[in-house]
């Protein structure tokens, strides 16, 4: 039988409050340890070294994670597994993040004896600040005592959503210190939808055969081009090769109904495009980011725009072509 739906929003409450009072901590003193622990890593000639057992470990891994995919080479190891050999992974130039609750985990004995020997540096994130843990740290990032979720209060839960909301935001804060940009987040996510949206548009635009005609062309010259491409748009470029302005099929309908009473001569070969034509057309640089490419073309409510390079049309990339690439 399921719960009571009040059930999961008490929990989420919990949760929630035991957020807002890690906000507090942090505001109330607790960012000046938290800028020693990035100084520390930041500062490292190695990789940050994260280690927990439990839902700590679980944590663990997806902090190294997360650290790793924003430009802190990082990786989790167990600390059982390095009781048996793993421990030779971790050089004296590395940094090691403990993740404790408790800060007794008996399984980081073997850790924390190996990172004293040795000098390496240890950041704890624990609920103790005189447990084993806290005390051997160098840099003890304590955090709140607080409620779990638990009806029973045992569960781990509230305890690590505030582990991973603070893992999390110390790597971001490392993002931030780094100049950490979409260009380098690519790097580490080619794959996937996430991977597509941030491709260059250079690496998505069609660049053979560009729908182009000069200015003072006729309309005629101008809906062969349209008609021929296929692509919905044509660019009107000036004597250098500049865009100037574009046509679309909706600007040839509207014209086509003004001109109602025209004879066709004068309406498609004695008028050029120049004086239908759309100016100062949404464009994008070949080296912006294809989900910027999306975001223009939705705020705009266009279907097509053209790729400029200093002001010369190099390519056109499509809300179709982008929806194939997996961007949209």
Known sequence: MNQPPFSTVRSLRLALSGLEVLIGEVQNGMESKIARALDMIDGGKGRLIVVGVGKSGHIGAKLAASFASTGTPAFFVHPTEASHGDLGMISHEDVVMLISWSGETKELQDIIAYCKRFGIKMIALTSQAESLVGRTADVALVLPKVREACPNNLAPTTSTLLTMALGDAMAVALVERRGFSEHNFHDFHPGGKLGAQLVPVRQLMFEDNLPLVGV????????????????????????????????????????????????????????????????????????????????????HSISVLFVVQEGQPVGVVSFLSLLQAGVA
């Open 216 to 299: 003072g062309s006729s309309i005629n010259d101008g809906l062969a081009v349209l008609t021929k491409a296929s692509m919905g748009i044509v660019g009107v470029t000036n004597e250098v090769g500049v865009l100037i302005g574009v046509i679309t099929d909706g600007d040839v309908r509207r014209y086509i109904e003004r001109s109602a009473d025209s004879s066709m001569k004068a309406a498609l070969w004695e008028t050029t495009v120049d004086k239908i034509m759309s100016h100062d057309p949404v464009t994008i640089s070949p080296d912006f980011m294809a989900v910027e490419a999306l975001a223009r073309l939705q705020t």
